[in-house]
């Protein structure tokens, strides 16, 4: 079964009580009011939590930027204790990261073991803290296609990482989403991110969805749905447009 999440992105008082207006149980934490989520101060961290438990909602993962520089430039852990502190806070096991950027012109399977020995690493870190890591494909990165992220799935159990399914970047990587990524990926991912229209449109590509939606219901994966622009939601149409997204 697939639980329903949006996204805080800027501003906790009117996100998180759009959310909780139309029901959604659930959030991913990516940055509030311009700052990132793991550059909050510990104070600023437990005022988001009494925001949380104010309406009712439950920090489902951390959107961070784990992972996202050069493979060519130094990388600490740092950022990453960082993100189990905040996570750990928040009440929140996931936390989403990336795979490192390739340099331009480069052959990323160059890097592959440099790759899976930092993501090793981050991953020991989350799973002390009794955390797992979701990889997100992203174009530009180590896992921007899906024969480089089953490169990473193969050496990591299922515990301790794990998934985003995120239709867009995939196209962006003139990979189809249902048609090559979906069946090679699917038995590990975990969270599908999804993208609304912030317009009179709830979400782009109906029938696309349908079939994504159909997809994982006949194979009954399980996980979260998480609606970038869904904490933008307000009413009227677009609520309407919404409930029915939600009830299929």
Same mark, same amino acid.
């Given at each position: ?6 996204? &805080? ?18 959030? *991913? ?37 784990? @992972? ?13 204790? %960082?993100?189990?502190?905040? @996570? ?7 936390? #989403? ?14 890097? !592959?073991?440099?790759?899976?020995? %930092? ?28 024969? %480089? ?8 159990? *299922? ?13 962006? #990587?003139?990979? @189809? ?16 991110? &999804? ?5 009179? !449109?709830?979400?782009?590509?109906? !029938? ?5 939606? @159909? ?11 998480? &609606? ?5 939601? !307000?009413?009227?149409? *677009? ?8 009830? %299929?």
């Amino acid at each position: 079964m697939w639980q329903v999440a949006g996204l &805080l992105t800027h501003s906790p008082a009117t996100q998180l009580k759009n959310l909780a207006s139309i029901h959604v149980p659930g959030v *991913e934490l990516r940055s509030v009011g311009g700052t990132s989520i793991l550059d909050l101060e510990d104070r600023q961290v437990w005022e988001l939590k009494a925001d949380l438990d104010r309406y009712g909602l439950q920090a489902v993962a951390l959107g961070t930027d784990l @992972a996202t520089g050069s493979v060519e430039d130094d990388y600490t852990l740092d950022r990453v204790y %960082r993100a189990t502190e905040v @996570a750990g806070i928040l009440g929140c096991q996931r936390i #989403c990261g990336y795979s490192f950027k390739i340099p331009a012109g480069h052959n990323p399977d160059r890097y !592959k073991g440099e790759v899976i020995d %930092r993501i090793g690493k981050i991953i020991q870190v989350v799973a002390r803290a009794d955390m797992s890591y979701l990889h997100e494909n992203a174009p530009g990165y180590f896992g921007d296609v899906p024969t %480089r992220v089953l490169d990473l799935v193969e050496c990591f159990t *299922e515990d301790e990482f794990s998934l985003v399914f995120d239709p867009i970047s995939y196209l962006q #990587c003139q990979v @189809a989403p249902l048609g090559a990524a979906y069946t090679q990926v699917i038995g590990r991912t975990s969270y599908v991110r &999804l993208h609304l229209d912030p317009g009179s !449109k709830v979400l782009e590509h109906g !029938k696309y969805l349908d079939d994504l939606l @159909a997809r994982l219901r006949d194979d009954s994966c399980a996980g979260i749905i998480a &609606l970038s622009g869904l904490a933008d939601v !307000k009413g009227g149409e *677009e609520l309407s447009s919404l409930a029915a997204l939600l009830s %299929r």
